[in-house]
């Protein structure tokens, strides 16, 4: 269930957590691709955590504008 307009939830937070851990693995991959011999072990722990802040911030900014029925600002969506 979403929460009303300008209001986030517990649920709000776990999703958003879990948003963000997607983020870092979108991040990993991308790295992962970026190198010549496609090498998972070259990590850059500093891109992979902004990937995930930035997932964890646009999740809960989205939820934050939307009202309880999903609508951002109430009007679009």
């Given at each position: 269930?979403?929460?009303?307009?300008?209001r986030?939830?517990?649920s709000?937070?776990?999703?958003g957590?879990v948003t963000?851990v997607?983020?870092?693995?979108v991040?990993?991959?991308?790295?992962?691709?970026?190198?010549?011999?496609?090498?998972?072990?070259?990590?850059?722990?500093g891109k992979?955590f902004?990937?995930a802040?930035y997932?964890?911030?646009?999740?809960?900014?989205?939820?934050?504008?939307s009202?309880?029925?999903g609508?951002?600002f109430g009007?679009l969506g």
């Amino acid at each position: 269930m979403n929460t009303d307009l300008f209001r986030l939830g517990k649920s709000d937070f776990v999703k958003g957590l879990v948003t963000a851990v997607f983020a870092a693995v979108v991040a990993v991959l991308y790295n992962a691709t970026q190198t010549p011999d496609f090498n998972v072990l070259t990590l850059d722990w500093g891109k992979i955590f902004n990937a995930a802040i930035y997932g964890l911030i646009g999740y809960l900014g989205k939820n934050f504008v939307s009202d309880s029925s999903g609508k951002v600002f109430g009007k679009l969506g």
